[in-house]
Antibody, heavy 121, light 107 residues
Framework: EVQLVESGGGLVKPGGSLRLSCAAS????????MNWVRQAPGKGLEWVSS????????YYADSVKGRFTISRDNAKNSLYLQMNSLRAEDTAVYYC??????????????WGHGTLVTVSS | DIQMTQSPSSLSASVGDRVTITCRAS??????LGWYQQKPGKAPKRLIY???NLQSGVPSRFSGSGSGTEFTLTISSLQPEDFATYYC?????????FGQGTKVEIK
């Protein structure tokens, strides 16, 4: 069974940093691209970042480019999102989502349950 | 960036009704479109991929159609467990963009 478990969320002050992790199980992480998608309270879904299976291709939404860094460690079955210079508008539930294949053009098929990031003073 | 315009933003329907939700892309995206269902407090669940392919395990009352710029999600006979918010996602080009969502409520 595919499982994705996010962790690392919490309350952080504006300008602060946070690192999210996503532990993957039930499949071979190195065979799939991975994604982060977020959802602000009461709002819709927003794609944040994607990384190909071997980290060759990485993409970011303009809203986080230069502040967030996606990475992965296939040996540890883990996906990460380093978030720096956080702003109030980054407050959201962050979902880790597996792509349907190794290509970065494949959309998410399985999602984790999310971790809440709150940016507030 | 490709804009996805989803309509309606909400609808009220009864059990057994046929429901149709539409997504329009601001430019052609071939069939690079998926549909997702989200219930309150839960993660999204994929229903349809490549515009018209049913995700394994999803009931056959869900169907998707369209290509290019106009896409439709249809629920042929609404069931109590289908009351949720539905989103389309274009993955033709980065940045990927979601529709604004359609909340399906009980009439």
């Amino acid at each position: 069974e595919v499982q994705l478990v996010e962790s690392g969320g919490g309350l952080v002050k504006p300008g602060g940093s946070l690192r999210l992790s996503c532990a993957a199980s039930g499949f071979t992480l190195s065979s799939y691209s991975m994604n982060w998608v977020r959802q602000a309270p009461g709002k819709g879904l927003e794609w944040v970042s994607s990384i190909s299976s071997s980290s060759t291709y990485i993409y970011y939404a303009d809203s986080v480019k230069g502040r967030f860094t996606i990475s992965r460690d296939n040996a540890k079955n883990s996906l990460y999102l380093q978030m720096n210079s956080l702003r109030a508008e980054d407050t959201a539930v962050y979902y880790c989502a597996r792509a349907g294949c190794s290509s970065p053009s494949c959309p998410p098929d399985y999602w984790g349950h999310g971790t809440l990031v709150t940016v507030s003073s | 960036d490709i804009q996805m315009t989803q309509s309606p933003s909400s609808l009220s329907a009864s059990v057994g009704d046929r429901v149709t939700i539409t997504c329009r892309a601001s430019q052609g995206i071939t069939n690079d479109l998926g549909w997702y269902q989200q219930k309150p407090g839960k993660a999204p669940k994929r229903l349809i991929y490549a515009a018209s392919n049913l995700q394994s395990g999803v009931p056959s009352r869900f169907s998707g159609s369209g290509s290019g710029t106009e896409f439709t999600l249809t629920i042929s006979s609404l069931q109590p467990e289908d009351f949720a918010t539905y989103y389309c996602l274009q993955h033709n080009s980065y940045p990927w963009t979601f529709g604004q969502g359609t909340k399906v409520e009980i009439k």
